[in-house]
């Protein structure tokens, strides 16, 4: 260690020692620490905002209740819930839709044809996708790809919204009119919506075209690259 570490090092020693002993003078055989703020329980749905006597639930916490899930009738043709892959701490959150074929077969999210056409549009955000957390609303595939039924975004939609709470992202973007309506729970075309900053629970989101419309209609992907531009200004701004 060079001389001044090894020097500072030994000033720290000799200042928490002299503490120390002040505080035997006084007659303060302990130091309270304070709960360990992991040793509370996670929150519960009801209690979210209101109770400090609870902490934010982990992912992994969220996935074990998910469990071998059964509350819809999707659970019933499934091959794997796709519960959602990537980084726990990002700042950036993607929320597509519902799994498709590839993605039931595998178990993750985007890694079919729109899934490589995602990943360029995170290249040019100088992301790769370890570096952002990519979910959907649906975890479970439904068949032949069909819009999902009201019962069964009921079941699935309060496992996305705890995700997002545990995530704590700085941007959450939205693909396609089902996730930008679904979240922020409006019937708005998503013609309208995309381009224009929305708020989910004091979370900025960005609603954009999804990748699968944007194979068979490349000229939206214009429109995307400005969304996205936003979403770079923004995620920068966080830097600073
Ligand atoms: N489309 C989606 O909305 N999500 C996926 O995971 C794959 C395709």
Redesign the pocket.
């Known amino acids: 260690m060079p001389d001044k570490y090894h020097k500072e090092l030994q000033e720290t020693v000799a200042q928490v020692r002299g503490l120390l002993e002040d505080l035997l003078q006084l007659g303060v055989v302990e130091v309270p620490m304070g709960p360990d703020p992991a040793a509370r329980p996670p929150c519960r749905l009801d209690e979210r905002d209101s109770s400090t006597n609870c902490r934010a639930e982990t992912l992994e916490e969220i996935r074990a209740d998910l469990g071998n899930c059964q509350r819809c009738a999707l659970s019933k043709r499934r091959n794997h819930i ?1 519960f959602g892959t990537g980084n726990a701490s990002a700042r950036l959150v993607l929320v ?5 074929r590839d ?1 039931d077969q595998q178990g993750l ?4 044809e ?2 490589r056409l995602l990943e360029r549009i995170l290249f040019v955000m100088g992301f790769n996708r370890e570096d952002v957390y990519i979910c ?1 609303v649906q975890k479970c595939r439904p068949p032949k790809n069909r819009d999902p039924l009201a019962e069964e975004i009921a079941a699935c939609v309060p496992f996305l919204k705890r995700q997002l709470a545990a995530l704590q992202p700085q941007v959450i973007v939205t ?2 009119s089902f ?1 930008a309506q679904t979240l922020l729970d409006t019937p708005q075309p998503i013609s309208g919506l995309r381009g224009h900053w929305q708020s989910y629970a004091g979370i900025a989101v960005m609603p954009t075209y ?1 990748p ?1 419309f944007l194979l068979r209609n490349p000229a939206a992907k214009r429109e995307v690259w400005e969304d996205v531009k936003q979403v770079m200004t923004r995620l920068r701004q966080g830097d600073s």
Do not use: D, K, S
């Not at 999210?109 to 079919?112: E, I, K, R």
């Open positions: 796709v597509g839709e519902a799994p498709g993605e999210p985007f890694v079919g729109a899934g959907n693909l396609g996730a999804h699968a």
